[in-house]
T-cell receptor, first 113, second 113 residues
Framework: QKEVEQDPGPLSVPEGAIVSLNCTYS??????FMWYRQYSRKGPELLMY????GNKEDGRFTAQVDKSSKYISLFIRDSQPSDSATYLC?????????????FGSGTRLQVQP | EAGVVQSPRYKIIEKKQPVAFWCNPI?????LYWYRQNLGQGPELLIR????????DSQLPKDRFSAERLKGVDSTLKIQPAELGDSAVYLC???????????FGPGTRLLVL
C-alpha cells in the first residue's frame, strides 16, 4: 500500500464549478502538506504549502488538512479552463533528517468551458 | 526571479548509452533535489544536496546513476549505461534550506530505446 493515495481521475467539471481534490495518507509523521499543479510536459508548480492541521486560503484555492483523519483537500472555487492540469499532493515528515517529499500519483482535472 | 533551469528538455538514446542532465537552481537556494517521475506517478526522490554535499542518496541506483554538485550551485545527474526502464522525466528542484518549499524545474524527458 502506498503511503499517499490519490484518485487519478480524470475529474471533469464545467467552468465555474467548485472542485474538490483529496489525498489520504497512512504515516502520522507527515507534518508539512503541499499541493502542486502540473501542466502537461511541465514541472510541478507549487500552489499551497501548509503545516499541520487547519485551513489555508489563497485566492480561489483553499487547502485543508485533517491530521486526525489523515486526509487533505484542495478546493478550487470558480474553476476555469486554465485550471485543467494534474494536481499532485505532497507531504513531508519532520521526525527524521529526510526532507524528501512523498507525492500522490496525481489527479487529472478537466474544466470544460 | 529566474526559476530552476534544466537542460536538455528532451533526450532520446539507445539502451546502454550514457546520458547526462544538467540543473541550475534558483539563485541562493542551497538545497537541490533530483526526482524521477514515471508516467502517471508522482515524483520520487533520487538524491538531495545541501550545498555541495549529498545528504540523502538512499534511492539513487548507484550501480548506474551518479550525481555531482561541485561548487554547490548547479548539478549534473548521469546514467551509464541507460536501461529501458530509465525512461521517465527527471526533475530538479531547489529550496532555500532543507525545511522550505521546493520549486521544480521543467524536467528532462528521457526516452531509452
Amino acid at each position: 500500500q502506498k503511503e499517499v493515495e490519490q484518485d487519478p481521475g480524470p475529474l471533469s467539471v464545467p467552468e465555474g464549478a467548485i472542485v474538490s481534490l483529496n489525498c489520504t495518507y497512512s504515516n502520522s509523521a507527515f507534518q508539512y502538506f503541499m499541493w502542486y499543479r502540473q501542466y502537461s510536459r511541465k514541472g510541478p508548480e507549487l500552489l499551497m504549502y501548509t503545516y499541520s492541521s487547519g485551513n489555508k486560503e489563497d485566492g480561489r484555492f483553499t487547502a485543508q488538512v485533517d491530521k486526525s483523519s489523515k486526509y487533505i483537500s484542495l478546493f478550487i472555487r470558480d474553476s476555469q479552463p486554465s485550471d485543467s492540469a494534474t494536481y499532485l499532493c505532497a507531504m513531508r515528515r519532520e521526525d527524521t533528517g529526510r526532507r524528501a517529499l512523498t507525492f500522490g500519483s496525481g489527479t487529472r482535472l478537466q474544466v470544460q468551458p | 526571479e529566474a526559476g530552476v533551469v534544466q537542460s536538455p528538455r528532451y533526450k532520446i538514446i539507445e539502451k546502454k548509452q550514457p546520458v547526462a542532465f544538467w540543473c541550475n537552481p534558483i539563485s541562493g537556494h542551497n538545497t537541490l533535489y533530483w526526482y524521477r517521475q514515471n508516467l502517471g506517478q508522482g515524483p520520487e526522490l533520487l538524491i538531495r544536496y545541501e550545498n555541495e554535499e549529498a545528504v540523502d542518496d538512499s534511492q539513487l541506483p548507484k550501480d548506474r546513476f551518479s550525481a555531482e554538485r561541485l561548487k554547490g550551485v548547479d548539478s549534473t545527474l548521469k546514467i551509464q549505461p541507460a536501461e529501458l526502464g530509465d525512461s521517465a522525466v527527471y526533475l530538479c528542484a531547489s529550496s532555500l534550506g532543507q525545511g522550505n518549499a521546493q520549486y521544480f524545474g521543467p524536467g528532462t524527458r528521457l526516452l531509452v530505446l
